[in-house]
């Protein structure tokens, strides 16, 4: 492995599906000298050939994405580089903790399952009309539906690993993203600066994102709203009434809401 320099920071940020993770992303790797990496483990998940959640009669189209490979590969070198970011979703390395690489601060980004189920739900039905819903609840683990398996790396973070949780909330960023923000980057040792707080439309230059992530966005344009924007939206504060609320993710809710208030209850605050 090549030892990180003591000039180069490397961040993991764990969040779940419709979590403001991309355009966090986005955020983050407008740093100076950044490099950013779109969630390897969770390609690997799904469309890798070790994938737990990869449909078993396809063809894995990610065939190096093996947990191994992006190990070794997430512990090479980054020459060049002052911030080497990766933003996965935590169900992904869920009892494969023995494949997180060395030398990395982890981070977590949350936001309130109702608002990232109903956001997610709503993209499976634009995807695949009425059979969307059973689509949206087989993409994720059963188990915590993301959010069990979420909380379940901060234990790991934290106690196993012996690291300071940092946890930010995606509508503290949305209200106040200098503040939050700033606040992100001081717990980890990174710099900050107004400039990061907007960026250039599509995908920037300084991003590794696999095949699979970009082919699935040309086919359902999943990350329209981020690609086109220039900053974080204060407008994406959605109102849900409970009308709108399927039983599906009333289910889900059920599972997911104890580990999210358990994250949230240690997040930085906004002042």
């Known amino acids: 492995m090549a030892e990180p320099t003591l000039s180069q920071h490397r961040i993991f940020c764990w969040s779940t599906p419709r979590s403001l993770s ?9 740093t100076e000298g950044a490099m950013a990496w779109m969630e390897p483990f969770s390609t690997a998940e799904h469309f890798g050939p070790e994938g737990r959640l990869a449909p078993p009669e396809e063809v894995p ?18 020459e060049g580089h002052s911030l080497v ?11 494969r903790l023995q494949f997180l690489p060395t030398g990395y601060r982890h981070s977590f980004l949350i936001r309130h399952p109702l608002k990232s189920y109903m956001s997610y739900y709503r993209l499976f039905e634009k995807m695949f ?12 683990p059963r188990k915590g539906f993301g959010y069990g398996e979420l909380a379940e790396l901060a234990d790991y973070i934290e106690q196993d690993l012996g690291q300071p949780l940092v946890i930010v909330d995606a509508d ?14 001081r717990a980890l040792g990174l710099p900050f600066s107004d400039a990061i707080l907007t960026w250039e439309l599509g995908i ?33 504060q959605t109102t849900i009434s409970q009308d709108e609320v399927p039983q599906v993710v009333q289910e889900m809710l059920e599972v997911a809401l104890p580990f999210y208030d358990k994250l949230y209850a240690k997040r930085l605050l906004p002042s």
């Open 129 to 140: 009309g009425e059979e969307g819903s059973a689509h949206f609840k087989g993409w994720l």
């Open 22 to 30: 991309t355009a966090f992303m986005k955020c983050l790797s407008m």
């Open 204 to 236: 920037p230059k300084n991003w590794i994102v696999p095949k699979s992530v970009r082919k699935t966005d040309e086919d359902y344009h999943w990350m329209t709203t981020v690609l086109s924007s220039q900053s974080f939206n204060s407008s994406h």
């Open 172 to 185: 503290d960023i949305l209200r106040q993203p200098k503040v939050m923000v700033e606040k992100y980057c």
């Open 85 to 95: 970011f990766v933003k996965d979703l935590a169900y992904a390395v869920s009892d």
């Open 61 to 78: 189209t990610e065939p190096d994405y093996k947990p191994v490979w992006i190990q070794e590969k997430l512990e090479g070198d980054f």
